[in-house]
């Protein structure tokens, strides 16, 4: 009698694999030999920005969700392996045109240091590296894969300011329904037994990212619908948000009934992977109902997508693609020594804060705040009071060469330092040429005015500084760049703030030549 050992379900799905792999055409031997080729010059070429990226992904909390996004693109396309292996592949040479766009993209985000742009273009390389290689036919038949590496890329920052103020509204109408006696200021609600803020922690935006991410996985798998696909992603967007409103919501009314350090520990608690796996079974248990998408649908169908196969290529087809695909990509990281300077226009030995006629240098004194440049060349703050005793704090940072290290307009500079005590409360009505906004650290309030230099051009916006970053390294513009900031305690009103603000800056003078003069050159 024989006795035969017993076969490991994994050690049959191994030699499956091994199976099809040998049963792959040379052609598409070649064509993944190609491509892996094209990914890893890729890789090398940006190897920062790859590294910039995981790096991120492992470290900030709102994008965590991206590191399951490559397991689950290879998980996609095993799924619609057979249907893509039933295609013949054939290089699609103009899209080296896109890689070579991309690269331009790429060259632009690295000179104007926008580290989205970067990361953007190289999820987008990756991306359109495959029809080049592979064909639009095999492209399309992964389009689904290709669209989802979309959600590879860091974004969503952007939303958090908006996402606080919705937070905060929704729960103080939420109190206000329970009959909780509750004040909002900006981000602040206070009720009798406790302050709390809307932080950015507490935004909800890491939740809504994911959701986003989820949802549209959970669309594409189970739905067929064009109609009932967008209803999965718009109801989960709307549900993470109405979600997240009523948990802040039932932070501040579990404190009204017991007290505020019981109920940011029950916050904390709930809001976890928790929180998140309660709304996600909530999608998934509504959604069940309306799945219209039997679990063997197969992805495409190969003969509609490729009725008749195209005129095989040869070896020298693919490296040709490849080959082009390297060649519009490296042109890009190649110029960018050509185009950065490398020399400031002044070097920039110190900054003297400016004497402002009618107003006193005087001692700091207060909240202590300060904005956060620490990577300027040089900077000075002073605080100035007038004769009806009004303070004013200064603040001027000067750069003489902005460069990847020391960058004015970059993650961690700013108003609020990054895991400060500061928070941001409201934006003001913008002074000409600056940007206004309320901080607040209880018991201090504080209205900011800020201006920032770039070349020859006076901004609030961060966004247009970039640009203006951009176009003066482009053109071999000047390279002095400086922020200038502006602000004041709220012992009054907000109108007395601004009063205060403004009537220093009538006499302080234009905030370009008070950030040139403060610059003194070695």
């Given amino acids: ?168 509204k929704m729960s103080i109408e939420l109190l206000d329904l329970f009959q909780v006696p509750a004040y909002i200021d900006g981000v602040f609600i206070e009720i009798p037994n406790g302050s709390f803020h809307v932080a950015e922690a507490c935004s909800g935006a890491r939740f809504l990212i994911a959701m986003i ?33 009523i948990r802040a919501w039932g932070t501040i009314y579990i404190a009204w009934h017991t007290d505020p350090s019981f109920a940011q520990g029950v916050d904390h608690v709930v809001y976890g992977w928790f929180f998140f796996a309660l709304i996600m079974i909530i999608v998934l248990g509504v959604g069940w109902f309306f799945f219209d998408r039997p679990a063997d649908d197969p992805a495409f169908d190969p003969a509609r997508l490729q009725p008749s196969p195209p005129r095989l290529v040869t070896r020298k087809g693919f490296v040709a693609a490849a080959a082009a695909g390297i060649a519009a990509v490296i042109v890009a990281p190649a110029y960018t020594s050509l185009v950065v300077d490398h020399e400031p226009d002044v070097r920039i030995a110190a900054v003297l804060a400016p004497e402002v006629a009618g107003w006193t240098k005087v001692d700091a004194a207060g909240s202590g705040w300060q904005p956060h440049y620490d990577n300027a060349t040089a900077s000075a703050a002073q605080t100035y009071v007038d004769t009806a005793g009004r303070r004013v704090d200064l603040f001027v940072a000067v750069y003489e060469l ?63 500084a970039k640009l203006q970053t951009l176009m003066a390294r482009l053109t071999s513009g000047p390279t002095l760049a400086g922020v200038l900031v502006l602000s004041t305690e709220r012992t009054g009103g907000e109108q007395a703030g601004k009063a205060a603000l403004r009537d220093f800056r009538a006499a302080m003078g234009d905030p370009q030549t008070v950030i040139r003069n403060a610059a003194i050159a070695e």
């Avoid at 899209?95 to 953007?120: K, Y």
């Avoid at 669309?219 to 992603?233: D, E, G, M, Q």
């Fill in 1 to 168: 009698m024989n006795v035969q050992s017993a076969v490991k379900p994994e050690d049959v799905d191994a030699r499956a694999a091994a199976s099809e792999m040998q049963r792959l055409s040379p052609e598409w031997r070649l064509s993944l030999a190609a491509w892996g080729a094209l990914v890893a010059a890729i890789f090398l070429l940006l190897w920062r920005d790859v590294v910039d990226l995981v790096m991120l992904w492992w470290g900030n909390a709102t994008y965590q969700h991206c590191l399951l996004v490559p397991p689950i693109i290879a998980y996609l396309v095993y799924l619609r392996r057979r249907e893509v292996t039933a295609l013949v592949p054939r290089p699609f040479l103009p899209a080296a045109l896109v890689l070579f766009v991309g690269g331009i993209g790429w060259l632009l985000g690295e000179i104007a240091g926008v580290a989205l742009v970067r990361h953007t273009a190289l999820i987008g390389l990756l991306m359109f590296s495959v029809p080049l290689v592979f064909g639009l036919t095999v492209a399309r038949g992964l389009l689904f894969p290709l669209f989802y590496a979309i959600f590879m890329i860091p974004f969503g920052d952007q939303l958090i300011p908006w996402l606080q103020i919705v937070t905060a």
């Fill in 213 to 245: 991410a989820f949802s549209t996985l959970v669309a594409h798998l189970c739905f067929k619908s064009t109609l009932r696909r967008i209803t999965c992603v718009v109801s989960a967007v709307v549900l993470a948000i109405v979600a997240n409103g």
């Fill in 402 to 464: 902005q460069t990847e290290e020391a960058e004015m307009i970059t993650y961690g500079n700013g108003l609020i330092e990054p895991e400060g005590d500061w928070s941001w409360s409201r934006d003001l009505a913008n002074p000409e040429g600056g940007r206004a906004i309320q901080i607040q650290r209880r018991p201090w309030t504080r209205d900011i005015w800020q201006y920032l230099l770039v070349g020859d051009v006076v901004t609030g916006s961060d966004y247009e």
